[in-house]
């Protein structure tokens, strides 16, 4: 992937579809991802110093939509919902 892409969530909070480190991989125990290759979802929070792997993305093409859906989500209803 050329470019990492992300979505600001709040004023620390940031939402990434990037590739991460050997190091990133290993130090989170992600070997049930299937290797450290590819793109991930990841969150940032910048306030507290974290970088959590949220999920592996399929390919670049899902990791890109499944952000985009979530840029549109947000931009319409900023809060989730619980749906019973």
């Avoid at 130090?27 to 991930?40: E, I, P, Y």
């Avoid at 890109?64 to 979530?70: F, N, R, S, V």
Wanted: charged content about 25%; aromatic content about 6%; cysteine-free.
């Amino acid at each position: 992937m050329d470019e990492d892409l992300s979505i600001q969530l709040d004023n620390h909070r940031t939402l990434w579809l990037t590739e991460i480190s050997r190091v990133t991989f290993d130090d989170q125990a992600l070997d049930d991802l299937g290797g450290d290759g590819g793109v991930f979802v990841v969150l940032e929070d910048s306030a507290e110093g974290k970088f959590d792997v949220l999920a592996k993305a399929a390919s670049t093409w899902a990791g890109q939509a499944l952000l985009t859906l979530i840029a549109q989500a947000l931009s319409q209803k900023p809060m989730l919902s619980l749906v019973r």
